[in-house]
């Protein structure tokens, strides 16, 4: 008996402190929300990519170059966009270059439609292959993660005045054949494309500002990413390839990268050692952030 009268004290102790503990605790702010679920999803993408994780069943990634390794990433991409309700689609090619190299790959993209009947289309972007024996957690899983995350949200705005498209481009490592086989068919198929924006060599960021570097083909553009950015916004002078390819279409294009010019970028990049356990995630989610607010004023204009 005195045992069971201790054991409902203790019982009412244990609850009276967990209540107490539970009232001082400081509440979860908005801001906490959203970067704890950006890190969430974005953790997942990049753990399969990079085969911190199996990317289906038992099967692990050790680098995105091979056929058979770029195959399956593709895949991977089509079921992680059906499962947010897109309807993806590949963008085949089997190429042979001037020295006559033969290219065989797929882009993997999906269309985000306006909800008012807008022809003009915004392209979120990133390429998923990798140079051989490197993991590609900062390049370039990460870019896909935030065109990945940006899409999801874009898909539960209830109001879109644009098209929006998400797309993954393979073959970076081969002279960006996956890049230019996109734009051949955007201008092929007549697509009215607003503007490119694509992210790479993010995740790192040793001084902890949370800075980002961009290049931006119009001041317009450039100012909507300073007005919706809270952390510093370094301007980055050299084009990229990839801008470039957009760019001879006449299209405007955003790049975003980590602080290259600073140094303030990952070590390991292109190499083995570059991994899921290097990446800050903290950081990633903070740009994927900026990002989707970019993506949310476009999608009101």
């Known amino acids: 008996m005195e045992y069971k009268t201790y054991k409902m004290k203790y019982y009412r102790t244990f609850l009276l402190l967990f209540f107490l503990v539970s009232q001082i605790a400081p509440a979860q ?10 890190i969430n999803i974005q953790r997942g993408v990049v753990a399969k990519l990079t085969g911190h994780e199996p990317i289906k069943g038992k099967k692990k990634l050790t680098s995105r170059a091979s056929p058979s390794e770029r195959k399956a990433t593709a895949e991977f991409l089509m079921n992680s966009l059906k499962e947010i309700g897109l309807k993806p689609e590949k963008n085949a090619y089997n190429v042979k270059d001037k020295k006559g190299n033969q290219y065989n790959g797929a882009n993997v993209f ?30 370039n899983a990460t870019g896909v993660a935030i065109a990945y995350y940006v899409a999801k949200k874009i898909v539960e705005l209830e109001e879109r005045n644009k098209n929006f498209m998400v797309v993954f481009f393979d073959h970076w490592k081969s002279n960006m054949i996956g890049t230019r086989m996109f734009t051949k068919k955007l201008q092929t198929d007549g697509y009215n494309v607003h503007s490119m924006h694509r992210s790479d060599y993010m995740g790192w960021d040793n001084d902890e500002d949370r800075a980002i570097e961009m290049l931006a083909s119009n001041l317009s553009l450039e100012s909507l990413y300073r007005i919706e950015s809270p952390v510093p916004v370094y301007k980055r002078t050299v084009a990229t390839p990839e801008s470039r390819f957009f760019s001879n279409f006449g299209y405007d294009t955003v790049t975003l990268t980590a602080e290259l010019r600073n140094a303030d970028n990952s070590p390991f990049v292109k190499q083995s050692s570059d991994k899921y356990t290097t990446v800050n995630f903290k950081y990633l989610a903070s740009t994927t952030n900026i990002v989707y607010s970019v993506m949310k004023a476009l999608a009101k204009e």
């Not at 702010?29 to 950006?38: D, G, K, M, Q």
């Open 110 to 139: 999906a269309v985000i439609p306006a909800t008012n009947g807008s022809d003009e289309y915004v392209i979120i972007c990133a390429h998923y292959d990798t140079v051989e024996n490197s993991p590609g957690a900062i390049h």
């Open 29 to 38: 702010t908005e801001e906490e929300r959203i970067e704890a679920e950006i």
